[in-house]
């Protein structure tokens, strides 16, 4: 589950459409998986913005210029509605117990689906009212990150696989195992589909990887060393300020949003 940058330089990232500078670097392929080496490429941070430290952040969605997250942590566990430039919590639907840890969330065709953690269920909400869920499905896995395609639900178990699920009633349609030229890649996280490929934290890393969904290679990678100490070094509390974690993209501005469980910042970024 879940060093050194400045404000609007460039740091690296990987394409994610045809359209934006691909790398100087020849890619090369190892005798491991016989995959290429996951191609790297810019992307510029243009934004810093408050985060509600108390957010065990587990999944993010941009919806209608809204974000929505889904935090962990058992009780404190919850579904809210955030102002993205001010980090104010809007709205906020505590949905944990003392055996339910939310996880990952996504939007699909009007509804908002959110994962637990080991408690094998999938609270389903209408986008116009997260407080009652109108749906609850069995999942037989550990639920970390979701996201979805035009047709499935894609959903990761802290494994090297990646599900592809039908929405309707929750069976399994098909597995890729994600996999760069190394071999699997494990403890796949939060995932966000941003121009057709998953973009997923790996837990307890400092990078985000890109997978082709269609084989689940992982095709390309960003690395994000020492953010907390570049932006924040002073508001970090030991044993608190957790790991980098969380994923949003609005399709409209082109902008992707970054951040980590209970870190006090946001970070808006657009591609090159």
Request: glycine fraction near 8%; hydrophobic fraction near 35%; charged fraction near 20%.
């Given at each position: ?21 691909q ?30 430290t108390s957010?065990?952040t ?29 980090g ?11 055996k ?5 969330i ?61 929405p ?61 100490e ?28 970054i ?14």
């Amino acid at each position: 589950m879940k060093k050194y940058l400045l404000l609007a330089v460039s740091i690296l990232f990987f394409a994610c459409n045809g359209n934006e500078s691909q790398p100087e670097e020849t890619a090369t392929v190892t005798t491991g998986t016989g995959l290429a080496v996951p191609q790297i490429i810019n992307l510029n941070i243009i934004g810093i913005y408050p985060h509600d430290t108390s957010a065990y952040t587990q999944g993010l969605e941009i919806y209608k210029g809204k974000l929505y997250e889904g935090t962990g942590d058992f009780e404190s566990s919850s579904l809210r509605i955030t102002n993205i430039k001010t980090g104010r919590v809007e709205h906020k639907h505590l949905m944990g117990t003392q055996k339910i840890f939310g996880e990952g969330i996504t939007i699909f065709n009007n509804k908002i689906y959110q994962l637990t953690w080991q408690s094998n269920i999938v609270n389903v909400y209408d986008i116009n009212n997260i407080d009652t869920p109108v749906k609850i499905f069995n999942w037989p896995y550990e639920g970390w990150g979701i996201t979805h395609t035009e047709t499935d639900l894609i959903i990761s178990d802290g494994s090297a696989n990646l599900y592809f699920v039908n929405p309707e009633n929750f069976k399994i349609r098909s597995t890729v195992q994600v996999t760069d030229n190394i071999g699997p890649v494990e403890s796949i996280n939060e995932l966000e589909m941003i121009n057709g490929y998953v973009f997923a934290n790996v837990y307890q890393s400092d990078f985000i990887i890109k997978i082709d969904p269609a084989n689940g290679h992982v095709v390309g990678k960003i690395d994000l060393p020492g953010l907390k100490e570049q932006y924040f070094f002073n508001q970090i509390v030991k044993d608190r300020t957790d790991v980098l974690n969380g994923i949003a993209y609005d399709s409209i501005s082109k902008k992707i949003y970054i951040t980590g469980k209970r870190w006090p910042t946001m970070f808006e970024a657009t591609f090159n």
